[in-house]
């Protein structure tokens, strides 16, 4: 079955950068994701990763995969106070297209 | 505009009110869902629906249902509210690939507070 577990809360400083873990016990996931939950607003669609890759670099964002210990992480370079939000990581299986969440990662820049 | 709408945005309630929750999309998916999301427990699904004949129940339904009115309209009704279903809503809708690539494209909520 799917679980996807996370840590609850970082604190950064503006300008450093943070990484945010996910762990997922599902190994026939298919496409991993990372969803941004701004205050008061909904989920959107941060990045993603399919899931024969290791690695993939987006602008400020570097998603690193490690299927051998199903571990997933997001690392965000030059953080910013606009990134201070609630990242969830988020897994699909082939055949069963709903998203498992994680709980979610706080994460507080300070200026 | 916004492409997935949710109201009421926030709405206070008591103990044994009946409460429904609406979602309208223009995104044209089929794919609809419901979920909660309480501090610490991340998002739990509740409903979801393949299409408008198609209605399945998430990990925590009991105490909910929903309609499928349209493929535009999904709405989530607490028959018997109680306090422990004080949460944020989120309502969803996706069109996935058939590689099974989903991306979900949420509202922006629904906080509803069971006195």
């Known amino acids: 079955g799917e679980d996807v577990e996370q840590s609850l809360f970082l604190s950064v400083r503006e300008g450093d950068s943070s990484v945010i873990n996910c762990t997922y016990t599902d190994s026939s996931s298919t496409y991993l994701y990372w969803y941004k939950q701004e205050p008061g607003a909904g989920l959107q669609l941060l990045t993603y990763i399919f899931s024969n890759m290791d690695m993939k670099q987006d602008q400020r964002l570097t998603v690193l995969l490690n299927k051998k210990d199903k571990h997933l992480s997001l690392r965000i370079a030059d953080t910013q106070t606009g990134d201070s939000a609630i990242y969830f990581c988020?897994?699909?299986?082939?055949?069963?297209?709903?998203?498992?969440f994680g709980k979610g990662n706080q994460v507080v820049v300070i200026p | 505009d916004a492409d997935v709408t949710q109201t009421p945005r926030n709405r206070i309630t008591k103990t044994g009110k009946r409460i429904m929750l609406e979602c309208s999309q223009t995104k044209g998916h089929d794919r609809m869902y419901w979920y909660r999301q309480d501090p610490g427990l991340g998002l739990r699904l509740i409903y979801y629906?393949?299409?408008?004949?198609?209605?399945n129940k998430g990990e925590i339904s009991d105490g909910y249902s929903v309609s499928r009115q349209a493929q535009a309209k999904f709405s989530l009704s607490l028959e018997s509210a109680i306090p422990n279903q004080t949460a944020l809503y989120f309502c969803?809708?996706?069109?996935?690939?058939?590689?099974?690539?989903?991306?979900?494209?949420f509202g922006p909520g629904t906080r509803l507070t069971v006195l």
């Open positions: 629906s393949f299409d408008v004949k198609d209605i």
């Open positions: 988020a897994e699909t299986t082939y055949g069963n297209n709903r998203l498992a």
């Open positions: 969803a809708t996706s069109d996935p690939l058939g590689t099974g690539y989903n991306e979900q494209f």
